[in-house]
């Protein structure tokens, strides 16, 4: 299995200011027939499932707000939230699809400072 | 776009069984995979399998494999996932998801509570 590792476990932020996420795969998830990274991110509330933020490592889903952005290639890839916003407060997940089964960074907790 | 709507939380004994269901409406249920993820409580996320409803197809993750059962229903366009043999480590909130490699659009979650 690839193993998502996510770095930091939790961080801090000021209001308007720049949150960085980081995620690193155990292997490439770069399907160079296509050169399209296999990994996405989420974002999960208290209470709520996990809604796709980033597909293909850098794809916004439709309707996500442009201070989210992916970035990264082959095996080490970030989430940046630009400008921290109070309803930003979440954890957040790196997933792989590149090979079966499909796996998922422990996550990082993003709070207000 | 595509809605899921899962069955109520169940309460369950060890050593029982689960089945959990997920309805699909608003899309091409036949054409999509449909797949299980499970979130213990505080903890991260984890795939436990999938199918294709159009083919009838499975994958399970082998930490499942032989546990789940993973089926669908093209004429109601549910989806549902049993699991087996269950133990207090799997109480766990249970998600179905869309899989188009990503999730896209996920199921509300069912709390499974396997408690003696």
């Known amino acids: 299995d690839i193993v998502m590792t996510q770095s930091p476990d939790s961080l801090a932020v000021s209001l308007g200011e720049r949150a960085t996420i980081n995620c690193k795969s155990s292997q490439s998830v770069l399907y160079s027939s296509n050169n399209k990274n296999y990994l996405a991110w989420y974002q999960q509330k208290p209470g709520q499932p996990p809604k796709l933020l980033i597909y293909?490592?850098?794809t916004r889903e439709s309707g996500v707000p442009d201070r989210f952005t992916g970035s990264g290639s082959g095996t080490d890839f970030t989430l940046t939230i630009s400008s921290l916003q109070a309803e930003d407060v979440a954890v957040y997940y790196c997933?792989?699809?590149?090979?079966?089964?499909?796996?998922f960074g422990g996550g990082t907790k993003v709070e207000i400072k | 776009q595509v809605h899921l709507v899962q069955s109520g939380a169940e309460v369950k004994k060890p050593g029982s069984s689960v089945k959990v269901s997920c309805k699909a409406s608003?899309?091409?249920?036949?054409?999509?995979?449909i797949s299980w993820l499970r979130q213990a409580p505080g903890q991260g996320l984890e795939w436990m399998g999938g199918i294709v409803p159009i083919f009838g197809t499975t994958s399970y993750s082998q930490k499942f494999q032989g546990r789940v059962t993973i089926t669908a229903d093209k004429s109601t366009s549910t989806a549902y996932m049993e699991l087996s043999s269950l133990r207090s480590e799997d109480t766990a909130v249970y998600y179905c998801?869309?899989?188009?490699?990503?999730?896209?659009?996920w199921g509300q979650g069912t709390l499974v509570t396997v408690s003696s």
């Open positions: 997933q792989q699809h590149y090979i079966t089964p499909p796996t």
């Open positions: 293909w490592a850098s």
């Open positions: 608003g899309g091409t249920f036949n054409n999509s995979a």
């Open positions: 998801a869309r899989d188009d490699g990503h999730f896209d659009y």
